[in-house]
């Protein structure tokens, strides 16, 4: 299908979403899709729709079939499991790493470290591990057919590869799916993913 690719840079200070992208989204998220007449935010909901809308039965497995319930899983496992604590470290990384007052260094960064070393990096080792070997499995999320809950997962891969550690399998697939025309042509369209660490 036919698509274009606007960039919206979110404030340098703030990270907050632009104007131009509220006039979009009222709550200003990324990514959102304007289709016609229908503006869908929310990735898991963006892929619904165009698998539904164009996908003509491809990239989603057959109704009832063990993939489609393994392709279900990971279409949420995105945006539900996975990213929440990859968020949080980000966030707990600036707090560490940020400007403040030096009165509240040692305070801000101790609660950063305590956070991040008692919660969120056992969860993102824990989930690394688990799509690392839910990736030995198989090629692609849902089995060994590429589908929609491959493209859903590919950031959260890709930022758990840069936030936490790349391992073999989540490597690969990151190639793979890299590898894909569409992903290349999406790159040229629309510029390089920059992963923030």
């Known amino acids: 299908m036919p698509y274009e690719i606007k960039r ?11 104007p131009e992208l509220l ?4 709550l200003g998220k990324s990514p959102v899709i304007t289709d016609g007449d229908l503006t869908i935010a929310e990735s ?10 164009y996908g ?6 057959p ?12 279409l949420h496992f995105a945006e539900g499991t996975a990213m929440p604590p990859l968020l949080m470290k980000l966030v707990f990384n600036r707090i560490e790493r940020g400007p403040m007052p030096f009165f509240a260094k040692p305070i801000a960064r101790g ?8 919660f969120i990096d056992p969860n993102l080792e824990r989930i690394v591990t688990y799509i690392e070997a839910e990736l030995g499995r198989s090629d692609w999320f849902a ?10 997962m590919s950031f959260p891969v890709a930022a758990a590869a840069a936030r936490v550690r790349a391992m073999p399998n989540m490597t690969r697939f990151l190639e793979r799916i890299q590898g894909r025309p569409a992903y290349k042509q999406a790159i040229e369209k629309g510029g390089e993913v920059r992963i923030i660490s």
């Open 143 to 152: 089995g060994d057919a590429f589908t929609a809950a491959d493209i859903q």
């Open 44 to 53: 898991g909901a963006i892929i619904e729709y165009l698998v539904d809308r």
């Open 56 to 61: 003509k039965g491809a990239l989603i497995p």
């Open 23 to 26: 006039k979009v989204h009222p």
């Open 8 to 18: 919206y840079a979110r404030d340098a200070k703030t990270s907050l979403a632009p």
């Open 111 to 118: 609660i950063a470290r305590k956070v991040r070393g008692s």
């Open 63 to 74: 109704a009832g079939s063990r993939e489609r319930l393994r392709y279900t899983y990971w």
